[in-house]
């Protein structure tokens, strides 16, 4: 029996070391969402959680620039903020529900998905690309 755990504790070990990426609740897409960010120039990723931003910020290119705030709404609708001026793309990592209901009421923003998972279940986009419509 110890000698089933032991190998079964080594196949895991063999499994995940060799994965994109493991996750106990799911398999996050943390390395596919990364590609597409690295393929937009010129943009900024917003962060609400420092973990989130923490795993991202090993994948991202050093071109990206990358803001942690939990004001997004408060941040975005500032006509003379100079922080997102400078930047063509804006994508918005994993918003809580507040902020990304209160980005869609904004009839100056668009929400697109980044990225829609195959991979998680029930399938919806959880990083978006925020288009000005002005």
């Known amino acids: 029996t110890l000698c089933f755990l032991i190998l079964g504790g080594l ?15 799911g398999v996050p897409d943390y390395a596919l969402i990364a590609s ?4 937009i ?12 931003a923490l795993t991202m910020s090993y994948l991202l290119n050093t071109q990206n620039s990358v803001h942690l705030t939990r004001k997004v ?19 918005l990592f994993k918003p809580n529900k507040k902020t990304l209901n209160k980005i869609k009421k904004d009839s100056n923003l668009n929400l697109e ?6 991979t998680n279940l029930p399938s919806q986009p959880n ?3 925020i288009r000005n419509e002005i």
């Open 11 to 25: 196949l895991s070990c063999n499994l995940i070391t060799f994965a994109n990426s493991w996750w106990a609740f």
């Open 113 to 118: 998905p980044l990225l829609v998972s195959n």
């Open 73 to 91: 709404p408060e941040f975005l609708e500032l006509e003379d903020n100079n922080f997102y001026q400078k930047f063509d793309n804006i994508i």
């Open 41 to 52: 120039s010129n943009s900024v990723t917003i962060f609400e959680d420092w973990g989130d």
């Open 36 to 39: 597409k960010i690295n393929q």
């Open 127 to 129: 990083t978006w690309l």
